[in-house]
Structures are given as C-alpha cells and as structure tokens.
C-alpha cells in the first residue's frame, strides 16, 4: 500500500492516558498496520516527546505552543492561535499528502490557499464551542469561567474555517448530524473513535469496589465526581473509588471526610486498567452530552457493570450496554442490586457483539482507508 498521509496531532499521543490522545495514538497505530506511512505533528507543552512513536511513523515532528498572553489576545481561539508553528507549515507544504488535523484545535492553517488541492481531513473530537461552553458552566474560579466563555464564542465564529476541509470525520452520530446541517455542501462521515482494544478482556464474578475515573484537572470531571460524593454514594454503599490525573486539592478534601471513598492520585495506564478490569460498577456521568466518551468504550471492553447517566451515551449504540441512570435517587436504586449480582459470560458475549460491530478499530480502519484514497 502506498498511502502516506499527515497527522498533525494538537498534543504529543504517548502515553495514550486521556480522551482525545487515545483516539489519535490507536489510530497511527491501526494505519501503521495497514501500511500507511504516516508523518506526525506535535504540539509540545507538558508531555515529553514520545521515541515509542516512530516505530509506527516516517518521521515524528514537534512544536513547542506559543502560550501566555499573546496567544490569547487573538482573534482566534486560544486553543487555535497557540498551535499556530509556521513550521508546520512549511513541512506540511513539502509534498502533496492528504493532511489530517486532529480536532478544530490544529486547524489554524487549513484555510491557507497554499493547500488548496490537497485532501484535507477534519477530524472532529467534540463541538468544541459547545464543549466550553459547559466547561464555563462546571467551572468554579471567575478567571477560569472568563476564559472559557470567551474562548466558546471565539470557536464558535472559528468554526467556519470548516468551509475549507474536504471532508469530516465524526466521533458519534449526534455530532455527525450536527456537522452535515452546519456545513451542509460538505461529506461527513461518522467514524468512531480508535481505542486500541482488539479483544475483550472482562472478569465475570463480583468485585468489591466502585470505579469513577477520569482526567481530574478537567472541571467536567471533577464537577462529576462532586455530583457522586457528595448527591449519590450512600455511607451503606461499598467503596467508591476516584482515580485520575491531576486531581484539585478540594475534591480530594472532599473525599477523604467520607469513610466509604478513596482517591487515588495519577495512576499508571496498568494500574488504572487493573483499576478498571476489578472494580465490580464502573459509574460515568457527565453533563455535557458532547463526542464520545472514550473512558465508556475504555470500560465497557475490559470491565464489568457500567453505570452511566445518558449523557454519555448520547449519539452512539452503547445504551443497551450499560445500566442507565438520570438522577441521583436513580443511581441510588440501582447500586445495590448491581454489587448483589454477577457479571457472566453472556453479559460479555453481548458485550462482544454491539462492539467488535461498530467500534472495531480494524473494520474502522479500513474505512478511514478507503476515505483516504478518496479524489480531491
């Protein structure tokens, strides 16, 4: 196969520990498999350049962000303007390879007429104008909630650069819908996201714990966990776990004045598997019903009981999946009869069906391959 194609990733994708990183390194990886030669993109700030990803590229190209105060007095979208490196520019303009930009944060330069002709492909995380907007809504700090309102509107009047991609790739089918009505004279196609499970690797049986995860410095998150502790997890209730990276002071003060509830504090990608493959509930809530979660997919192949609000199912097929919850005397509900029951092997089979179905990473592969073969 002789396809070889830019990736211009707006975060370095080793390790693959949060969301959209996950999507980005598990699909370099499935390329890879399929003999695409990729050149990657990466934005520098607080990850370390990763030597584990050149076994899957030809070359591997990093970018330090231009943050601070200039970058946010831009026009554009700080998120945007920060990742903005006139040498990405000049090394996507080397050649005539089709360009993926990795979520509306790379597309600083897909507007450029000097690209004109190209195969240009948006890959779409979230909506992100709609992503900060409800991290305005989440957050506490006043300086904070400043930034993401005005960083909402500014992609949101960002958002018709869109105008010049050739297409664009979709992470559930809410956004799809969204996406083919905003943009209408434009091919979107709805291509869930690479999560680098080929098999699932479920116990059955019991556990003896609750699991809710996640990136804690994200205030969705951590307003999350907040809404268990403090609306849901009853002192009856077996342990309840909190694990993620980078969580605030006050959510772990939060947690230590229950007897019930744990933390722990930036686990390793093996601990928080092991984390997730033992714990008898995984409980997802989130309030903004944006994309799609990867920590679902994440724990719907390799652990047992998922607990979720429907947020987190919205737009995909993996409601019937999970045990589905809206509010909290609902949650409350369901949890004992959950810790009573076993998790067997005809729960995995079906399991098994709904996912190797539709979020196969080989089978979406192969179709991110066809779109890249497809005439400019």
């Keep these: 196969m002789n396809i070889c194609i830019h990736i211009v990733s707006f975060d370095i994708p080793f390790p693959a520990n949060y969301g959209g990183v996950i999507d980005v390194f598990y699909k370099i990886r499935a390329l890879h498999r399929e003999g695409v030669r990729i050149h990657l993109h990466c934005f520098t700030h607080r990850r370390l350049p990763a030597p584990e990803l050149e076994q ?42 089709p360009v993926l930009f990795e979520g509306l944060h790379t597309c600083g330069f897909i507007s450029d007429r000097r690209l004109n002709g190209r195969l240009l492909i948006y ?28 960083e909402s509107l500014r992609l949101k009047l960002f958002q018709s650069v869109l105008n010049h991609a050739s297409l664009a790739l979709t992470v559930s089918q809410e ?7 905003a943009f209408p004279q434009k091919q979107v196609y709805y291509l869930p996201s690479f999560h680098g499970h080929d098999e699932m690797n479920i116990l059955t049986g019991r556990g003896n714990y609750a699991l809710y995860h996640g990136k804690l410095s994200v205030a969705e998150n951590s307003h999350a966990a907040e809404f268990l ?24 003060k939060l947690a230590e004045k229950r007897h019930n509830i744990s933390f722990i504090e930036n686990p390793s990608n093996d601990a928080m598997q092991q984390l997730i493959r033992q714990a008898h509930i995984n409980i997802m809530v989130t309030f903004q019903p944006t994309g799609l979660k990867l920590k679902l997919l994440n724990a719907l192949y390799n652990g047992r009981f998922c607990l979720v609000n429907p947020q987190m199912v919205t737009g995909t097929s993996l409601g019937n999946l999970c045990k589905l919850a809206s509010t909290p005397g609902d949650f409350k509900l369901l949890i004992p009869g959950l810790f009573r029951q076993d998790f067997s092997k005809i729960l995995i089979s079906e399991r098994k069906t709904t996912l190797f179905e539709n979020y196969s990473d080989l089978n979406n592969c192969k179709r991110l391959v066809e779109i890249l073969t497809l005439p400019t």
């Design 229 to 252: 502790i403090k609306k849901v997890w009853e002192d009856s209730f077996p342990e309840l776990i909190v694990a993620g990276l980078d969580p605030p002071l006050w959510l772990k």
């Design 175 to 181: 956004d799809t819908t969204y996406l083919a009505k």
């Design 56 to 97: 899957f590229c030809e070359s591997v190209h990093y970018y330090p962000r231009t943050t601070g105060l200039k970058a946010n007095l831009s026009l554009k979208p700080y998120i945007v303007s920060s990742r903005m490196s006139q040498e990405l520019l000049k090394n996507l303009l080397k050649d005539d390879h």
């Design 123 to 150: 890959r779409e995380s979230n909506i992100e104008h709609h992503y900060y907007y409800h991290l305005f809504g989440a957050e506490k700090n006043p300086w904070k909630k400043i930034y993401f309102l005005a």
